[in-house]
């Protein structure tokens, strides 16, 4: 029994050693910090003792005199240790977003102060934030972790994905670390870094969960469920895994009759996405169909649907009118991957430009067709 | 050693190719690097064998020390790597290795510093990013354009300007400073964006950058569009003041304009650059109100534009204070005596625009007040109608000009032939006549319009200071009570001029517009068209892309310009085109549908060229009593993407005359298609 803790010890500890060295003593770091073990290496087998190590990770320790049993609890206490640290790691390089905006116009129009969150994606001074938080700020200003502000510029902005570049002439600024996609999964415990409700709270962090993910509320892409709180002046700022990598971008809560405590990011590979099409042509090129697709009442709902999308009626310029498809047909796949509703559609074409070629399958009545659509550019 | 060496190598093979230009000299830097051609240019000097390169990851690499040098970055290079520091930041780069320290952060680059024919490269789009630059491509030239701004004198701004100063930009951040005193009670708390209040006066302060190369003229028109086009809020106010010419040796426009409730003036400064604008407005309590906003003067006289923004606020203020407003209200502006007679009473008393507005009972029987007909007309723009109680309009304006009284009349004819079609008009010639003892001219304009008769008596007298105007408008029908027209007159000749009790506090709008239809307020373009809209009228509607409506600021004639297309979807989901005469052959046929009673096809569908383009023109009216009454012009003309565009051309019978025809007409010939 005894060894059998030692190894769940020795898998959940980072540890460090030179096997070259013949009486050595390992040395074991736990999150960052090297602590005081005694630990020795017998047969290539590190033993460390298992109070110290569990307890420097941020678990209760403690042992049961009549079943013989140790007992660790790794529950609060990862939440009390970690979450500071991915804060204080993170902090640096979310910004506050504070700008002017009219509203109305002519005679009636008026100004006011409204305010998002950013993410520092170059060192040069690039951020990323909401496109709703500065499309209508007519001065951008942002402010730093340190307490400085710098005025801002919109350098790209994609109100499809609801993601803004915006830059300010300060360099030397710390660059967020983004989460590899297949790391979001649900029940993480992530942190919503931001500036929710007042600007005055600036930097502040709520915790939650990833409690789902590719909902499709009313974006164009598939987004992240959290139950983080993600206020109006947390949009724009970032999702964050416990490691301290950005897995979303918070985007303002979903409102609706009933829902609580709903939230939603727009996640890392739409993020990267947008990121890498500003890059290379400053703006998202989308391929387009140039058709209404309808979808299935069941994918309308949210539901998972096998309905497939009815064209319901092309653009003159329309790829699917070039390939002879016909208003009612049903499309069932794209290049072999089943569509069944319009965010699936977008999510498939991430990996297409406007130009390429494309196989979409489609019912027309009992016949199955398939053609070759010249994917156009969107708008 | 030998790394040294070749590093020290290396540094002076790329000095020697450094071009001169940097941003040491430009507030701005342009680099393009084309790795396929092997060019590169810093600010429009090329660069000598840049020595680029793609490296296998299809990172494009580019000389360490051009692009240092091309920022004016220090550098120090060691046999390690290179230290460089811009903008207050340090950037450790070590010799082969990706990895690159900036402050106290560290970061990967695509590929690592290294040498390449002895040359020190670096990734361009890394490097040159975190100096703070832009880095775009040109696909068409395959040139990688690298663009900067100098941002080693930028610091961090106070974001808590913004909520207290508003536009930083255009206060002390800008290279135009500004500056102007302001009165002692100006409440700084509650300067809010660019508002500014202080107690009652609110005064609003903008600068614009001129980006359009809006002139003086431009804008003197466009404040006065402004203050004469916002509808009921300030149409019964008066531009007692327009001012255009030099202040402080600058081009400079003034309007300002009082109503019963509200003085509000503008001030527009032009310099190269920027428009500098103030605006303010009082709330009208009494006199010493209007003698408070002379404020402005003392403002306005300390407006300096070189103002070195020293200290943060950048609003320097001074002692000068508001004078203490009276408590009661007090008027001050009457000139005249007058009895009411018979049910004569005053309605309303436009104060500051000296004007008294009386009515008394109608005589007309209660059956023939038809409720519907008033209704119909309460919201538009009703006819002026016998049915409304007869009216006395008194109005007093000072003589600045010596105008004699015969040609001020002859502007009030003019103005009242201009706004109503002579088809329902008749005006009599100016008259001579007296009010009580007071010699006087008079005109009698009458309109006769579907059987709905007015009659307007205007009464003109100068008494040497003061010129007054006295307008009586009846119903013909009033006439037939034999009091009506006796208490009426004798009322008049109780009007009795009196002595002045106050200084001149303002002219008459002499409403000009009319007569500088030419001038252009503004160009207003699209894709697709531009035409030019006179001046006084205004647009709406414009840039929404299909539909533009053009009016006339005070008067009743407008025009619709809209865009459409000529294919469209039916439900089916079938591609439907259509030809520009089968659709405009729809669109009569769809209001004859409508309403096939009250629909008449004044002009048929005839096809004509306009402007070089295939066009039908129509003329729909409507009929009652098997009468037209009113008409609407359509002009359908091709576009160039299966489009067309419609100006819709509604006429008023009552309303329409040859000026608004001709007004029209203008705008229409003004088109340029594109």
New interface residues.
Partial sequence: MKKKLLVCAVILAVFSFDLSGASFSPKVMVNGSIIPTDALLIDDRTYVPLRGVFEAAGAQVSWDEESGTAVINTGSAQQDTLVPGVIEKLSPSVVGIIGKCVSGSGASAYEYIAHGSGVVVKSGGEILTNAHVVTDMIMIFVVLNDGSSYEAKVKHIDEESDLALIKINKIGLPVAKFADTSDIVVGKMVVAIGTPISFSLRNSATVGYISGINRAVSGTYRLIQTDAAVNSGNSGGPLVNLDGEVIGINSSGYVGYGIESTNFAIPADTVNYVLRHFEAYGKVRRPSLKAELKEDWLAELGVPSEGGLTVRSMDKDSPLLYAEFANGDIISAINGTAVNSIVEVNELFKSFLPGDTVTVTAARGADIIEKQVVLAEGN | MKKLLSLCAALLLCLSALPASSFAEDDFLVIYVNAAMQTMSVNSEPVDSPKLFVSSNGTTMVPFEVIAAAFGCETAYSDTGAVLT??????TFTLDSAHVT??K?D?TMPEALTYADGVLTVPLRFM??????????DAETGDIIITA?D?TQ?S????RM??KY????RIG?SGEKWSFATPSDFDMEEY??RYFYAEDISFQMTASKNTENVTLEMIYATIQSMYSG?GY?YSSGVLYEKTMGTRAGLPYACIKLRNTWEMAETHVFLTDDYIYMFMATVPFKDLNDYRSIRTMDDILSSFRIDYDGTDENTVDINTASFKARGEEYKDECIRWEITPHGTWQVETYYGFTNTFFMSCETGIEEETQDSDYYDQYYYDDYPPSSHLNPSLQISVFTNPENQSIEAWAAEKIKKEKDSFNPEFLTVSELADCTIGEYPAKKFTASIDYEGDESVLEAYFLYDGSYRYMLELAYDPREAQSPEFLENTYKMLDTFVPTEAEIEEIGNLLTYDGYEKTDAILEQYENDYMSFKAPFLWNVSGYKTGSYISVYEAYGSTHLYISHDYL?D?DD????LYKTLEQEASEGILSMRRANPRGTVVVKPLTGYTFKGRRAYTFTIGTQSDGKVTDTTEYIMYEGKDNDFFVITLPHQELYRNTRTDKIRQQIIDSIVLK
């Fill in positions: 811009y903008a207050g930041v340090t950037m900036i402050d952060y970061f040159t990013e975190s100096l703070g630059a832009d880095c775009g491509y701004e941002i930028s961090s701004v106070d974001f913004l909520l508003g536009d930083k930009e951040h809010w964006g916002m809020y294919d979807i089916d989901g079938n591609v």
